[in-house]
């Protein structure tokens, strides 16, 4: 039990030697990290206002909120309702797949699923996260929209439902992995408490560690709208590009991120008043999601419960 | 004089007039009190009376919640640990601190117990084994986990993780230990096994021991301190405290008549 001075003189030697210099400037240099992203947004936002300034000088607002869309006729017209619209119809049907079974598969995997059912399902899971867009795109409308049609005989080829479908389906892996994450999260403790109490393996899961982990589980549904919100080669494919307003969704609709495509693809001179239209929308996507980002903050403050 | 010298030098820590703040609620008032080397010094008092508080306040641990305030002076061999020349990170090696909850890396045993060696820049893998063997014998583990010293240290039962804590703050030899309700997630076999360590380690170490156990408390320590919401009431020798107490507070609290 003889204490070795030895170590104690090279430690204190170390620590007195040791330069603090990595601990003064790496946090500076993380801060440096973090502003990139801050200052790229700015840059974005920065881009897109610009232009899109151009275009609400030609375009009377009247107009903007119209429902008439038609910007290559010969009196054209830039109504955005219509891709509002589109956009919230498909990102609406989405969620209605997503949000239930994702929160589903999370509530399975984290509370019930066994470990090996565990190392099989994550993996399929996240092979569903990784198909590209386009494949999805694809499947809507040669697949799903076909078999929708048996159902519904009024069902256009081009139409909400079906991409709203692929789209929920596609975003379920994001649900369910992070609000997997938010329940996991909760401490073990907790669950043994309610545990304790005589509560069954469900009422744990409903109502403690569902409530526990809330905060995770709204952020995951709000990314899963942002990301609805954005989706663009789905909707592309299979809602095609009508720029009617109506609130058929058996029907085609075209999204925000629908007529962006359209047009770049298409030959959108620059400085006309539907290539600034462009920057237009863009703005108008980019708002809506810093509008999610906001919601998410809220509600996840209002609901949040400390542990 | 000489022997006034000498008495200081025995001082390893003078506290003088230290008041703690958490934002506007005072959770110490004005303590006064003197560590002694090769002491265990034992803290005492009902839940919320600041035991914690002051136990991490002396190696600034206090520091890392945001809303905390000190005044006052906490005289660490004569120099003042809020002084803007002390480093905090050399003072937490030389006052090294035990949990209530025993919080091992989730890493190999050995890598516990190298942790902090490694950290301050020791490489030598001889002499990383050696510090981990004794550090390990010190905590009274080493038998235990000799063979399996890559194992995952949380495959250790709740005693066994508390002595690697132990052995892991032993290691980078420090002069202090601070120890927070060390005993109370373990078993009376794990708990004595803990205690008997306490008492060998004085010989080389001085600690500071927060402690719900009036028989723990009676049974290690030298010198007791009694606190209730934030005040130090009494502070004497363990052997006072328990037999003779001045304060009315004191006998009432050691003797279970409390609140
Ligand atoms: N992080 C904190 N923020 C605000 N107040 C705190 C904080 N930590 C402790 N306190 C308050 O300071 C007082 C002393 O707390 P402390 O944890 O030191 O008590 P304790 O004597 O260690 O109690 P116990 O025996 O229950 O561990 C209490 O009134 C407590 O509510
Ligand atoms: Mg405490």
Redesign the interface.
Known sequence: ?E???R??Q???K???E?SRFADRIMPVFFFLMASVSVLTTFGIVATLTTDAVKFFQAVPLREVFSTRLSPLSATPSFGILPLINGTIFTSLIAMVVAVPMGLAAAIYLSQFATEKMRKVLKPVMEVLAGIPTIVYGFFAYSFVTPLLMRLLPGLGAKNVISPGIVMGIMIIPLVASLSEDAMNAVPNIMREGALGLGSTKLEVALKVVIPAAISGIMSSIVLAISRAIGETMIVTIASGSSKNFSFDITQSMQTMTGYIVEFTSGDAASGTTGYYSLYAVGLLLFAFTLLMNQMAHHISRKYREEY | MTNAVNENEKLVYEVKGLNLWYGNDQALKDVHLDIKKNEVTAIIGPSGCGKSTFIKTLNRMIENIPVVRTSGEILYHGENIFDKSI?V??LR?RVGMVFQKPNPFPKSIFENVVY??KI???RDKK?LM??AE?SL??AALWDEVKDRLNDNAYGLSGGQQQRLCIARCL???PDVILMDEPTSALDPIATYKIEELVD?LK??YTISIVTHSMQQAARISDRTAFFLMGELIEFDTTETIFSNPRDQRTEDYITGRFG
């Open positions: 039990m204490k070795d001075i170590v104690r090279i430690i204190q170390n620590i007195s040791k | 480093r990170e050399e090696t902090g060696p301050h820049g020791i002499l050696e510090i004794t014998r010190s290691a980078v030899q060998q010989a080389e």
